[in-house]
């Protein structure tokens, strides 16, 4: 069982910033590969931000820019920091991962083996 425990949401006006975390095993944050999903009410699973057991990283293109996803292996912690935040990005925040060493940042859902339970991201206009 792993466990995959995320925090960091809330709710902000349109502009503002939030810093999501997903603290989860040592030998998945360190060697493993990573992901932040995110459902909006209504719409199906979207991938966010991505990062592989190298560390190079994958954004949608609706994030690029705004959303940078990083990993501290000394915590064991993946983050994603959220810029200008926008109405459109208000949905339930979801940290995905998966124990294999893979190279390649992966926005598909299919791939990751373990999730959290979300967090949920509001903004107002």
């Known amino acids: 069982q792993v466990n995959m425990v995320e925090s960091g949401g809330g709710s902000v006006q349109a502009g503002g910033s939030l810093r999501l975390s997903c603290s989860s095993s040592?030998?998945?944050?360190?060697?493993?590969?990573m992901g932040w999903f995110r459902r909006a009410p209504g719409k199906g699973r979207e991938g966010v931000a991505a990062i592989d057991s190298a560390g190079d990283t994958r954004y949608a293109e609706s994030v690029e820019g705004r959303f940078t996803i990083s990993r501290d292996n000394d915590k064991n912690t993946l983050y994603l920091q959220m810029d200008n935040l926008k109405p459109e990005d208000t949905a339930m925040y979801y940290c995905?991962?998966?124990?294999?060493?893979?190279?390649?940042?992966?926005?598909?859902?299919?791939?990751?083996?373990?999730w959290g339970q979300g967090t949920q991201v509001t903004v107002s206009s």
């Open positions: 040592d030998y998945i944050v360190q060697r493993g590969f």
């Open positions: 995905a991962a998966d124990p294999r060493r893979r190279l390649g940042p992966m926005l598909t859902a299919f791939e990751y083996n373990y």
